[in-house]
């Protein structure tokens, strides 16, 4: 047991986890000298022993925190940081020689995915990750809503646009892409002109001539003028600025669940420590999250009734 204690307060040890940050750091650095053949190669046995040099001490750091979860080292790899890190490292020891050194490129990746091991040591790091993992399933319903819009408005756009400018707007996908452009802000104003003023005098070359002739798509300019502007400012706003930033709100949601568990736990690791927590005290921190869990129920309920309030007025709006 005595062994298990120093192997715990190693890997607790903030010189410990420091160092661990620092190594990371220079592995990173590490890999993107190798991005350099001319200095890899004349470097080579430097870089590689001092590649081997940080493998070895990412081992050294795994064996410390397998060997503090003794009796139960399995406890380790409840951890999916830990998993992580496990991963890592031995995927480096995969011997990628002789046939295998068509594999060589996983091996590469991993020591690219070595600096990630920076989210395992730095807790806000983990926090910020963690937000993201956590807003997926909301993010879900996002995605189906912007692709959603984008297929409305691309289908749209074929018919008003695809004649005039079929290198954006000939067909659906092309039509996506062009719109995905938009969204981003990517010289969204040069897609909006070509449909304003015709594609005989605005933004067509030789080349997007040639490509629609040869596959089989007939240009004939036409100048949709204000139609064209009102539907690009409509979808760059609804689709840029409305939609897109609903994946911001998501992700802020579940950085304030991420946080509000962070806290959560460290209030129990302090009380465990200094044995203060007890089952009054676990009951206690229940009670409060389900109070406040009450307390935003009664919220959405209050916005419910206020959007059915206003949802019927506008019903008696409409029959007057």
């Known amino acids: 047991m005595g062994v298990t204690n120093i192997a715990k307060k190693i890997a607790d040890a903030s010189l410990f986890q420091n160092f661990v940050i620092g190594v990371i750091i220079f592995a990173g650095i590490l890999v993107g000298t190798q ?3 001319n200095f890899y190669a004349i470097h080579v046995e430097i870089i590689d022993l001092l590649d081997a040099i940080v493998l070895t001490i990412f081992t050294i750091e795994v064996i410390i925190k397998l060997v503090s979860e003794f009796p139960k080292p399995w406890k380790y790899f409840a951890d999916p940081w830990n998993v992580f890190d496990f991963l890592i490292v031995g995927v480096c020891f995969i011997p990628f020689e002789g046939e295998g050194a068509a594999f060589l490129p996983v091996l590469r990746l991993a020591r690219i995915l070595r600096v990630f091991k920076l989210v395992t040591a730095l807790p806000k790091l ?3 990750v963690g937000a993201l993992l956590k807003s997926i399933p909301s993010m879900g319903y996002v995605v189906m809503l912007l692709l959603l819009h984008f297929y ?3 289908s749209a756009s074929v018919f008003f646009f ?3 400018d079929p290198w954006h707007f000939g067909n659906l996908q092309h039509s996506m892409l062009s719109l995905f452009r938009g969204v981003t802000f990517e010289d969204w104003t040069d897609l909006m002109y ?11 070359n030789d080349e997007m001539r040639l490509w629609a002739n040869e596959n089989g798509f007939e240009i004939v300019s036409s100048a949709s003028g204000m139609v064209a502007a009102v539907f690009f400012c409509i979808f760059v706003v609804s689709g840029g600025l409305i939609i897109l930033n609903l994946f911001i709100g998501v992700i802020m949601t579940g950085m304030d669940e991420m946080k509000a568990e962070a806290e959560l736990d460290a209030l129990v690791a302090q009380k465990r420590s200094d044995g203060s927590f007890t089952l009054n005290g676990e009951m206690d921190i ?8 009450a307390t935003s129920l009664e919220l959405i ?7 059915h309030d206003n949802a019927e007025k506008l019903e008696k709006d409409k029959a007057s």
């Open 35 to 37: 991005t350099y053949h």
């Open 126 to 128: 983990q926090l910020i």
């Open 152 to 154: 409305i408005f691309a």
């Open 162 to 164: 695809g004649r005039n």
């Open 194 to 204: 070509i449909q304003m003023y015709g594609s005989d005098h605005y933004g067509y």
């Open 286 to 293: 229940l009670a409060n999250k389900i109070e406040e869990l």
């Open 301 to 307: 309920k209050v916005l419910m009734a206020k959007a």
